[in-house]
Nanobody, 120 residues
Framework: VQLQAFGGGLVQAGGSLRLSCAAS????????MGWFRQAPGKELEYVAA????????DYMYAAKGRFTISRDNAKNTVYLQINSLEPEDTAVYYC??????????????WGQGTLVTVSS
């Protein structure tokens, strides 16, 4: 199983990014897909998750309104659109596959992470 996250980069505050995570080697539509992030010196933090069919989404409180998770099961890819980026969004963003929703311990597979840096 491989999860490959990409789309991070350096962006100015107020800008937008779309992160992608391409999955292979698993039955993609049978897995909840989640996004987590880890800021420098901080613990891994839940951002959002989406059900296998894509009809149910969940967000951490701080992500509501600026973050949108979506998936394309035909492409085995999950996305995280981030708008109105803030310096506090600077982190390595990880995608994960499993059944965990907000519980990182219940995700079976993790991507390598993609770095998002937001300049003020």
């Amino acid at each position: 199983v491989q999860l490959q996250a990409f789309g991070g980069g350096l962006v100015q505050a107020g800008g937008s990014l779309r992160l992608s995570c391409a999955a292979s080697g698993l039955s993609f539509s049978n897995h909840v897909m989640g996004w987590f992030r880890q800021a420098p010196g901080k613990e891994l933090e839940y951002v959002a998750a989406i059900s296998g069919s894509g009809d149910i989404t969940d967000y951490m409180y701080a992500a509501k309104g600026r973050f949108t998770i979506s998936r394309d099961n035909a492409k085995n890819t999950v996305y995280l659109q981030i708008n109105s980026l803030e310096p506090e969004d600077t982190a390595v963003y990880y995608c994960a596959a499993g059944q965990g929703w907000r519980n990182k311990g219940e995700y079976d597979y993790w991507g390598q992470g993609t770095l998002v840096t937001v300049s003020s």
